[in-house]
Every structure is written in structure tokens, then in C-alpha cells.
């Protein structure tokens, strides 16, 4: 690896770990599902949003922003979809969802749908493409092989699914589970209406 890839490297996995450190909808998701699920589940949600992760990262070396640009319905439908899919989860968050015990942590119906849910909300917000597509632009060397992509790609999906993953940690931690467990139904409608809002966001500037 040269040194202009090495630094590359360097510098687009310092910057991604910086804006992961921002505490945003996958932070809320991951902590909200640990505290109210099992630890297990709250990783398979940071699995999820790593693979996500991943997914824009991977497009957006397609040039799939340039795509959204010539043809703006079809970045407003992937907005309009992830919208819903935000709004269903602030519902579920208001409708407080039944708690799985870590007993039944390992259900393998279980590990799919909280994966499947961390990935789709990774999915939820295009942005993720021009944000990509501008770090890229500044941080990547032009050209840059293949093998090169792919590895930045990894390195991004991994430091997402680590920081996620100790998120949910964190959040089964003797001393935060005792502060926040008799605050868990306000946490619950608080990240509920929270993605509820952020719904209504995406699609109000997605139309203006």
C-alpha cells in the first residue's frame, strides 16, 4: 500500500469515527433496543446499521449521487420509503413493544428482525450517499484500484458495527441499566416521537 493510500486510510476513518461519535437516529436505536431488549439484540442492530453503513459507501463509489442529481424521484422515493419506515418505527417505539429477555435472545426470528431493522434504518436517509460522495471526493486519492474501495468500505462498516456494539454495551451496564430502567417508558416515547419527527423531516425537505 503506498503511502498516499495508507493516509487515505487514515484520514477517512478518523473522519468517519468522528461523525459516528455524533450521537443521531443509529445511536438511539442501538441504545434504545439494548436497554429495552437484550444486549445481543442491540448488536444485532449495530450489525445491521454497520451493513447499511457499508451499503451507502459502496454506492456511493458507484456514483449513485450522480444518479439522485439527474434524476431527483428517484432519491425522493428512497426518501419517501425511509420516511415510513422511520414513522412505523416511532409508532412501534409508542406502542412500547413487548421486552425479550436475554433467555430468548438467541431466537433466530429475533436476530433477523432487529438486524433487518438496524440495516433499514441505516438505509432510512440518502443523505448517507452525498455524504459519502463528499468525503470521497476530499479524502480518497483519484484513481484509487478497486481493492482499495472495497477495503475503505470495510474499514468504515467496522468502525460503525464496533461503535454501535459498545453502545449496546454500555447500555446493559449494571449502573446505567439501574439509572435508566425506571425511566424506560419516557426514553421509549421520547426516541419514538423522535423518529416520528425526523419522518416528517426527510419528507417536508425532501419536497421543498
Same mark, same amino acid.
Given at each position: ?5 495508507? $493516509? ?25 433496543? $439494548? ?29 449513485? $449521487? ?6 431527483? *424521484? ?30 430468548? %435472545? ?21 443523505? %448517507?450517499?452525498? *455524504? ?6 476530499? %479524502?480518497?486519492? +483519484? ?15 467496522? +468502525?460503525? *458495527?464496533?461503535?454501535? $456494539? ?9 449502573? +446505567? ?8 417508558? +419516557? ?11 425526523? %419522518? ?9
Amino acid at each position: 500500500m503506498t503511502h498516499a493510500l495508507y $493516509s487515505s486510510l487514515i484520514t477517512i476513518g478518523f473522519m468517519w469515527f468522528v461523525i459516528v461519535l455524533s450521537p443521531g437516529p443509529n445511536f438511539l436505536l442501538t441504545a434504545n433496543t $439494548s436497554l429495552s431488549h437484550s444486549n445481543r439484540m442491540g448488536i444485532m442492530v449495530a450489525s445491521g446499521i454497520a451493513v447499511g453503513t457499508v451499503t451507502w459507501a459502496l454506492l456511493s463509489m458507484l456514483g449513485i $449521487s450522480l444518479l439522485f442529481y439527474h434524476f431527483h *424521484f428517484i432519491r425522493e422515493l428512497i426518501v419517501v420509503a425511509g420516511a415510513i419506515y422511520l414513522f412505523y418505527l416511532g409508532i412501534s417505539f409508542l406502542k412500547k413493544e413487548k421486552t425479550i429477555y436475554d433467555k430468548n %435472545a438467541y431466537h433466530s426470528n429475533h436476530n433477523k428482525r432487529f438486524f433487518l431493522r438496524g440495516y433499514l434504518a441505516a438505509l432510512s436517509n440518502p443523505k %448517507a450517499a452525498l *455524504f459519502f460522495t463528499s468525503l470521497f471526493s476530499v %479524502a480518497m486519492p +483519484i484513481p484509487s484500484p478497486m481493492w482499495f474501495k472495497f477495503v475503505i468500505a470495510i474499514e468504515i462498516g467496522l +468502525i460503525a *458495527f464496533f461503535w454501535y $456494539s459498545f453502545v449496546s454495551c454500555i447500555m446493559r451496564h449494571n449502573k +446505567i441499566q439501574a439509572l435508566l430502567l425506571n425511566k424506560q417508558t +419516557i426514553i421509549q416515547y421520547m426516541v419514538g416521537i423522535f423518529f416520528m419527527i425526523l %419522518a416528517l423531516y426527510f419528507i417536508f425537505e425532501a419536497f421543498h
